[in-house]
């Protein structure tokens, strides 16, 4: 029987420091896969029918939203909007909709129950040894989690080892969005670490430059694949083309997962000659707002002044000493999907790469 895979974690918020159980998922279903499996169990459906079954429902269920319903799905989800923000008073005007309004997915207790009673854990410690990925380098450019298709990515950590040309295991990058790519252009392979020029599976947008990063390996000639998976993000570098004179950018989406649309444009800008620089946006929890600044390619080197963002708008950022790009453009799209990212999938800190070019 397939287990719910765990192992202890430190805790380090808590004093003295204790244990949490860090799960490890065994893979990602996205709505493919899922529209596969119904398929399966279903027949007389094929997996296309199903994913426009699904597509249709999410829509069905955000209008009911829209519409001030809250939707509950027997023994299921129960979905239901969220006011967050402040009142001095009970006759204040409320902060804008972007601000405000959250959407909230509960599952029912049926559910939880169900999954409970049929779940077996199995706890995966320095016993029973698993691949642990510490840290993801590119090479070329000298930056953590980036994967750059120009560069070698270096991955570190413990009980990595494996053997491409047996079969013993693999490294895998896959998309949040779509696409899944097995790398074989492999330059080492040894227990504390890999090094490997990385094929890049392409996703549905090119806003979608977020990947993961997997080891699986077999520890001995029977035993069971075990699969560790970076927890970080990997982000690919971005092309954003600017005209002459500073004129608008061909349309680049920024800053985002594996949503349909981009968090973030960028709208406009003004370079001299073409330069890579960072995008690095920080999550200011306590003041509830999100900084956005620009950076050189240097961990602690140069970067512009920071912009602060409250809600979906336009803003412009200044370049740092010495850049070629003495402004950017963006506009926030949607500031509460690019929040709930930062602060579920980045620790609070988010950073891109962008190539910005001088067009034509």
Known sequence: ?????????????????????????????????????????????SAEELRTILATRNEIVQQSLINGEQVTEENNFTYSLAFTGRLDGPDDPPPPVDQCLQVRVHASPPFVNEVRHAARLERLSRDKKLPLINTAEDTLLRL???????????????????????????????????????????????????????????????WN????????????THGTPRTGTYDRMLRTPLSVSITGGGGPPINVGILTDDAA?????????????????????????????LRFSLLDMKEDGA?????????????TLSGFSGSALSSLGITVNNYSGLWEMIRNSYGGLLVDVLEVKVGS
């Open 1 to 45: 029987m397939t287990t719910v895979q765990w192992r202890p974690a430190v805790n380090a918020l808590t004093t003295p420091d204790s244990c949490k159980m860090l799960f490890l998922p065994r893979n990602v279903v996205n709505t493919k896969e899922l529209a596969a499996r119904m398929a399966a169990a279903l027949p007389n459906y």
């Open 144 to 206: 953590d989690n980036v994967l750059n298709p120009n560069g070698v990515l270096r991955l570190t950590g413990e009980d990595l080892s494996f053997d491409l040309d047996q079969g013993t295991g693999e490294c895998v990058i896959e998309g949040t969005e779509s696409g899944r790519s097995v790398q074989s252009r492999v330059n080492l392979v040894t227990n504390t670490a890999i090094m490997l020029m990385p094929d890049i599976p392409a996703q549905a947008h090119p």
């Open 209 to 220: 430059n977020e990947y993961s990063v997997s080891v699986t390996t077999h520890y001995s």
């Open 261 to 289: 649309a981009p968090y973030v444009s960028v709208t406009g800008g003004t370079i001299s000659v073409d330069e890579t620089v960072r995008i690095q946006v920080i999550q200011d929890l306590t003041e509830e707002q």
């Open 303 to 315: 970067a512009g002044h920071e912009v602060t963002v409250t809600a979906n708008g336009p803003c």
